[in-house]
């Protein structure tokens, strides 16, 4: 059983910055590429960013390149979405999870996930 906690969330005026963090149980997440997904009220969830096993590849959403940035601390078992240049359209609840394919190494679909934090709220005003 994998458990993966969000943190980090919280309220912050357009152009400021947010760190959000999952930690996960399990001895196994070291194997996996993690993701990170974000969704609005009255909106599908998408895809932010994903980094691979070792954390030497990653990819990004195009709303956010060049202001996120994923990075993991397999040691820790954390994963990290570093948030620069908020914008109040990245206003959403932001959603953690583990690739469901160990050879997967950067899945951007939602259907790719098998274990999912419960969520951290991120408001951006302008």
């Known amino acids: 059983q994998v458990q993966l906690v969000e943190s980090g969330g919280g309220s912050v005026q357009a152009g400021g910055s947010l760190r959000l963090s999952c930690a996960a149980s399990?001895?196994?997440?070291?194997?996996?590429?993690m993701g990170w997904f974000r969704q609005a009220p009255g909106k599908e969830r998408e895809f932010v960013a994903v980094?691979?096993?070792?954390?030497?590849?990653?990819n990004y959403a195009d709303s956010v390149k060049g202001r996120f940035t994923i990075s993991r601390d397999n040691a820790k078992n954390t994963v990290y979405l570093q948030m620069n240049s908020l914008k109040p359209e990245d206003t959403a609840v932001y959603y953690c999870?583990?690739?469901?394919?160990?050879?997967?190494?950067?899945?951007?679909?939602?259907?790719?996930?098998?274990?999912w934090g419960q969520g951290t709220q991120v408001t951006v005003s302008s």
């Open positions: 999870a583990r690739s469901s394919d160990i050879r997967a190494i950067l899945p951007i679909h939602i259907l790719g996930y098998d274990y």
């Open positions: 399990g001895r196994t997440f070291s194997r996996y590429a």
């Open positions: 980094i691979s096993w070792s954390g030497g590849s990653d």
